[in-house]
C-alpha cells in the first residue's frame, strides 16, 4: 500500500498518454499503464509505477488492470481514458463499431 494518490493511464506508452502519466508523477500520483504495445511496461517502471499490456477494447484487460491495481493499491484516485487512434469525421456520422475501433 502507498499514500501516494493512484492514477490509472490507457494508451500510456508513448505520447500524450505518456505525458499524462509524467506529469502525475510530478504531481505525486503513482501512475499504473496500459499501452497495447506494452510500452507502458518500461515507461511505468521508470515512474516507479506498474505497467500492463493490454487494450481498452478488451474487458478482460480492463479487469486485470483495475483488479490489479486494488489488490496492490487499494484504490484508484484518477483515471485518465487516453486512446491512441480516435475516428475521425462528422461525429453524428460515425458507426458504433467505428468509434469502438478507434478506442484501440
Known sequence: ?????????????????EACARKLNEDKYTPVLLSRSGSAIEVANELGGDGFEGSVTDSDDLAALVET???RYGRIDAVVNNTGHPTSGDLLEISDEEWHDGLS
Open 1 to 17: 500500500m502507498t499514500d501516494r494518490k493512484i492514477a490509472v493511464v490507457t494508451a500510456a506508452g508513448s505520447g500524450i498518454g
Open 69 to 71: 491495481t486494488y489488490e
